[in-house]
């Protein structure tokens, strides 16, 4: 029904910040299923906004004292910018959020305008965690931009009729209750 990603080098928890994420896993999320559609692999992207000292491990600051010579302030200054959110953008497409351990204001602002929701969760959150979670609000709601992108996936379906889509059967089965917690 909608598709999240999710910035993660296991595969198991959002443990990545999403502009330096190598890895983005992409799951299909229905009420009480989601199944794995693609992993995207990136080239690994040097931090240089704010957060780049952030540890996502233990969620402190640490700040490093980068003690550099005029030269290579110089040939730092001389290099275009590189562009590693370009390329997520493009592997995003058709994504209605994506969940990471930190995403810089740029990022988020770039993400917002191709119609992706940024959610920035604690580090260690289980990807599983997380579906259950979307699972849950699309059978009972309670998480707007899950309304609304819902809502979106049903409009597209309407106008765009197309061969249902197959589970494969190789994914995982959420919850759609609170009483499935217990």
Known sequence: MIKVAFASNDRVNVNLHFGAADTLVVYDISPGYAELLGVGEFVQANMKGENRFKSLSDGQTNIIDLQLSAEELERLAAKPPEDKVIAKLKFLEGCSAIYAASIGTSSIKRLIMAGIQPIIVGTGQTIEDLLN??????????????????????????????????????????????????
């Open 133 to 182: 979670e979307v699972s849950l609000a699309l059978h009972c709601g309670g998480l707007s931009w899950v309304e609304r992108a819902k809502a979106k996936a049903e409009r597209s379906a309407a106008q765009n009729p197309a061969a249902p889509h197959t589970p494969s059967g190789n994914g995982l089965r959420l919850i759609t209750s609170i009483e499935e917690l217990e």
